[in-house]
C-alpha cells in the first residue's frame, strides 16, 4: 500500500473518511463540547433552511455555501481524529495476527501434557513450550532457558535469550521459541494481555483523556460557553438597533451560527482528540506500551529521572577491555595464556577475555587447539576464583610449572608464591589502579611467572552520554542507582555523564529516593526490570518495565518496554515532550487564529447597523471596521467559516506528526520559538488566508 511522506496510505484516508462522517452521530459529537455547539448550530441552520426550502422561499447560493462549509467543519474535525484512528487500526491489525489461538501444552500436577486451545489457558497454568513453538500467552519462565524470536513485537530479528529464575523471565504471547525447551507460568487471563492490551490502546477503545487534555477542554468548553452567551444576546440587540435607526438590517441564525463558529476555538477543538491518540502511536512505533494516556503526558513533565547502572547505563555484564603485560612479556604472550585460561570459563567474562585475547593470539599463526593440546581444562570455580589449563609432565602427572592460571590477584598469587615465584611490582600497580577506576582486575600466571593483567569493566554504553545530554538540556536531572561502593560509582557516573548518583543502594534505598524527590515536588521516572524495581517503578509517576523483566515489575510499571532496552526511557520522555508542545503550540496557533478572524467577520455582520441605506453599509460607523476591505458582508462571511473549515485539515499533519521537538536552548527557547511561530503565525495565516479566498470569489463572482 503506498503511502505518503507522513505514513498515511489510501486505506488510511478512506477509512478515516468513513469514520469522519459516523463521528457526526450527536453521541459522538457530543464528547467534544466545542464542535457539539458547532453541530448543534449547523443542524439548526440546516433545518430552517429546509424548512423555508419547503415552504416555497428557496435557498439562496450564500446560504447554500456556508451550511455546505459548515458541514465540512465537522467532517475535518472528525477527519483528524478519523485518520489517527485508523492509523492505530493498521498497527493493531499486525498485532492482532499475533493474538490468533494457538495450540498449547498444558502440564498438568502430575507433568503430563495436554494439548489445548490457548483461549483455554487461565493465570497460572504451566504450559512447555519447545524449538518451533508460540509462547501461547504472556507469562514468565519457571523452568529451563531458550531462545525466542520475539520479532513479531519488536521488528529485532536477533533473538533473545529468556530463562528462569533472573529478570529475564519474562515472555509475551505471539512470540516463537526456536531452541531448547521452556516452562511458563502463564500470568494473564485470554484478552488481557499485553498484546491485547496493546490493540486496545492503539484500537482508542480504552484511552481515556489525560489530565492536562481534560482540563484544556475545560477550558475550551468555558471559552465556548461564554461566546454562545454572547452571541444569543445580539439577536435581540440588532432587532432593537434595527427597529431605533429604521435599519433593514438584522442579525439572523445563519450570520450568528457562523459568527459563533470563528469566534469559538474550533481550531484545536477538533484537533485535540487526534493529538492524544497520535502521541500514543508515536509511542507505540517505539515499541513501548502506556497503560495509561496519563503516563505519556506525565512524562514530558518529569524533571528527575533515576537509572539502575547495569542493563541501562552500562551492559551489564564485565567485559575485557584490556591486556597489560609484565616488564618483559609481550602482548601477544599475554594474550595466548589468557586465551588458553579462557577457553573453558563459561562466565560471560571469561567468553569476553577469549574475544579480546583472540585477535592479538591467534595473529601470531596460533590456533585455540594448540594453545591446548595435550593439556586439562581447569574450569572457573567461584571457590578457587580461577579458571586454565594444567600440562602433563614427563611422569604424566599435571606440571605445575607449565600450569597457566587466571583469575583475582591474591589466588594467582598464592600459585606464583608456591612455586618460589612473585607478583611483579608493576602487576600489582595496575591491579590497584584497575580497581580504583571501579574496574576488576584479573591476573594471568603460568608456573612461578606472573605474565601480567587483564582489565574488566562494567562498559558504559555507546552513545548514552550524548543521550543524558540531550535530557540536561531539557531540564531533567539524572540520577544512576548501583549497589557499587561509592569509587566504582563514581567513576562509571563520570564516564556516563549523570547528573547524580546513589551507591550501595538497596531495593527500598530507590524507593525512598522517588519518595524524597516528590516530596520536594518532583516528577519523577524510574526503568527497571527486576523484583526487586517493583515498589520504586510503582511509586514512580513514570515507571517503565521491560517486557523480558519478571511478571512483578511489568505489573508495577505504567509503561512496558517491549524492545528490552534501559535507554529507551529516553525516548519516551522526548515522546511525552513533543505531546505537550504540540497540544501547547496549537492551542496558541488556534487563539491567535480566532483573534484574526473576528477582524473578518464582526465588521461584516455588523456593517448595517446604525444605516437605513444597504448600499451605504461601508460608511456606516461600524463598516469602518471592514479594515480587511473585503468585498461585501456575505463575501466575508463565507471567507471566514471557509478558511475556519481549512485550516483544520490543514493542521492534521502537524497534529499527527508532532511539533519537532529540540531539547536545545531549554524551555525558554521553546516558548520563544513557539510564540513566534505559532503565535504570531497564527494572528497573519487567516488575515492573508481569508483576503485570498475573498479575492477568490470576487473573480469567481461568488461574492
Known amino acids: 500500500m503506498k503511502k505518503n511522506g507522513y505514513g498515511i496510505s489510501r486505506k488510511t484516508l478512506l477509512s478515516a473518511a468513513g469514520a469522519a462522517l459516523r463521528k457526526l452521530d450527536p453521541r459522538v459529537e457530543i464528547k467534544n463540547p466545542v464542535m457539539f455547539i458547532v453541530w448543534v448550530g449547523t443542524v439548526l441552520c440546516t433545518v430552517f433552511a429546509l424548512v423555508g426550502w419547503i415552504g416555497g422561499k428557496g435557498v439562496s447560493p450564500f446560504v447554500a455555501q456556508v451550511l455546505a462549509w459548515l458541514w465540512f467543519t465537522l467532517v475535518f474535525a472528525n477527519f483528524a481524529e478519523g485518520i489517527a484512528e485508523a492509523q492505530g487500526k493498521a498497527r493493531a491489525d499486525s498485532l492482532r495476527s499475533m493474538r490468533d489461538a494457538v495450540i498449547a501444552h ?71 521459541v526456536i531452541s531448547d525447551r521452556i516452562v511458563v507460568r502463564i500470568s494473564s487471563d485470554p484478552g488481557s494481555g499485553f498484546v491485547d492490551k496493546m490493540i486496545a490502546m492503539v484500537e482508542n477503545a480504552t484511552r481515556q483523556k489525560t489530565p492536562g487534555e481534560i482540563a484544556l477542554t475545560i ?26 435607526s429604521k435599519s433593514r438590517d438584522t442579525l439572523d441564525l445563519l450570520s450568528l451560527t457562523a459568527l459563533l463558529v470563528c469566534l469559538i476555538p474550533t481550531t484545536i477543538g477538533g484537533l485535540l482528540s487526534a493529538i492524544g491518540i497520535s502521541g500514543v502511536s508515536r509511542l507505540m512505533r517505539k515499541n513501548v506500551m502506556a497503560l495509561s494516556g496519563r503516563a505519556i503526558e506525565a512524562a514530558g513533565d518529569i524533571d528527575i529521572l533515576l537509572l539502575d547502572k547495569t542493563g541501562t547505563i552500562t551492559y551489564g555484564n564485565r567485559m575485557a577491555t584490556e ?94 608464591e608456591g612455586q618460589g615465584g612473585r607478583v611483579p611490582h608493576e602487576a600489582a600497580a595496575a591491579c590497584e ?115 523480558s523483566g519478571t511478571q512483578t515489575a511489568r505489573e508495577a510499571g505504567n509503561m512496558i518496554d517491549f524492545d528490552n532496552d534501559p535507554a529507551k526511557v529516553i525516548d519516551v520522555v522526548e515522546v511525552g515532550k513533543q505531546l505537550l508542545i504540540t497540544r501547547g503550540s496549537l492551542t496558541t496557533f488556534s487563539i491567535a487564529n480566532d483573534v484574526a478572524k473576528y477582524f473578518a467577520i464582526l465588521p461584516a455582520v455588523f456593517a448595517g447597523f446604525y444605516s437605513s441605506d444597504a448600499a ?81 470569489f470576487r473573480v469567481l463572482g461568488l461574492a
Not at 454562545?228 to 432593537?240: G, K
Not at 576464583?385 to 599435571?398: A, E, I, K, T
Not at 580504583?436 to 574488566?456: D, E, M, N, Y
Open 433 to 547: 589502579r584497575i580497581a580504583r577506576s571501579g574496574g576488576t582486575p584479573l591476573a594471568v600466571s603460568v608456573g612461578s611467572r606472573v605474565l601480567g593483567v587483564i582489565h574488566l569493566k562494567d562498559v558504559v554504553k555507546e552513545g548514552i552520554r550524548e543521550r543524558f545530554a540531550g535530557l540536561h538540556a531539557m531540564g531533567i536531572r539524572t540520577v544512576m542507582i548501583t549497589g557499587d561502593n561509592r569509587l566504582t560509582a563514581a567513576a562509571i557516573a563520570a564516564e556516563a555523564g549523570v547528573s547524580d548518583f546513589i551507591a550501595e543502594a538497596k531495593p527500598e534505598s530507590k524507593l525512598e529516593a522517588i519518595r524524597k524527590e516528590q516530596r520536594e515536588g518532583h516528577l519523577v521516572g524510574m526503568i527497571g526490570d527486576g523484583t526487586n524495581d517493583a515498589p520504586a517503578l510503582a511509586q514512580a509517576d513514570v515507571g517503565v518495565a521491560m517486557a
Open 219 to 244: 477550558l475550551l468548553a468555558s471559552l465556548a460557553m461564554i461566546f454562545l452567551m454572547s452571541v444569543v444576546c445580539l439577536h435581540p440587540f440588532s432587532r432593537y438597533i434595527a427597529a431605533e
Open 106 to 176: 498444558l502440564l498438568d500436577g502430575n507433568g503430563k501434557v495436554k494439548d489445548l486451545r490457548s483461549s483455554e489457558l487461565r493465570a497460572g497454568d504451566l504450559v512447555a513450550c519447545e524449538a518451533g513453538d508460540l509462547i501461547p500467552g504472556d507469562g514468565e519462565v519457571v523452568e529451563g532457558v531458550a531462545s525466542v524470536d520475539e520479532s513479531a513485537i519488536t521488528g529485532e530479528s536477533a533473538p533473545v535469550i529468556r530463562e528462569s529464575g533472573g529478570d529475564r523471565s519474562g515472555v509475551t504471547g505471539g512470540t516463537r
Open 323 to 416: 591486556l597489560i603485560p609484565a616488564s618483559g612479556v609481550s602482548e601477544a604472550e599475554l594474550a595466548e595464556a589468557a586465551l588458553a585460561a579462557s577457553l573453558a570459563d563459561e562466565t560471560p567474562e571469561g567468553r569476553s577475555i577469549a574475544a579480546l585475547a583472540a585477535s592479538a593470539a591467534l595473529a601470531r599463526g596460533a590456533t585455540r587447539d594448540s594453545l591446548t593440546e595435550g593439556g586439562a581444562f581447569v574450569p572457573f570455580s567461584a571457590a578457587t576464583r580461577m579458571s586454565g589449563v594444567d600440562f602433563p609432565g614427563p611422569d604424566g602427572l599435571p606440571d605445575p610449572r607449565r600450569s597457566i592460571r587466571k583469575g583475582a590477584l591474591s589466588a594467582v598469587r598464592e600459585i606464583v
Open 616 to 696: 451605504a453599509k461601508g460608511a456606516s460607523p461600524l463598516g469602518a471596521l471592514n479594515i480587511m476591505s473585503l468585498a461585501t458582508p456575505e463575501s466575508a462571511i463565507l471567507s471566514a467559516v471557509v478558511f475556519n473549515a481549512l485550516i483544520i485539515i490543514a493542521l492534521v499533519p502537524l497534529a499527527l506528526r508532532g511539533v519537532k521537538f529540540n531539547p536545545k536552548g531549554g524551555a525558554t527557547r521553546t516558548l520563544r520559538r513557539n510564540l513566534l511561530v505559532y503565535g504570531l503565525g497564527g494572528l497573519v495565516a487567516p488575515f492573508v488566508g481569508i483576503k485570498l479566498i475573498d479575492m477568490l
